[in-house]
């Protein structure tokens, strides 16, 4: 699962899911600028890869879905950058899994 390799890089190094995307995006705020462009398109294309799974997995909603794991995955990178070893990656994964097991069949 997506969400059990991202808690597992986060066990080892929570530096590790930093997303540079969310940094620039950070230093290139203007929508007009072509970095923020380029992470822009970069984070359409993870949720279009999630809706992709969750279409290839028979999951219901799978647009819906999508938008719920991107938005955790998200959340879950720039919480364990700033609170670090103290963020509970399981917490990430079971709430992956809720999401996940809410559109099923």
Known sequence: SIFKTIAS???ESPQS???LYQAVA?????????????ASRHK?????????ICQQSGLNSPDHL??????????????????????????VVQAAQTFIQSHRN
């Open 9 to 11: 890089q986060h066990s």
């Open 17 to 19: 899911t930093f997303c």
């Open 26 to 38: 950070i230093e290139y705020p203007f929508p007009e600028h072509i970095v923020n462009q380029a």
């Open 44 to 52: 359409k294309s993870v949720v279009s890869r999630l809706v992709d």
């Open 66 to 91: 999508a938008r719920q794991l991107f938005v955790l995955m998200e959340g879950f990178c720039i919480t364990a950058r700033l609170i670090g070893p103290d963020s509970p990656p399981a917490d």
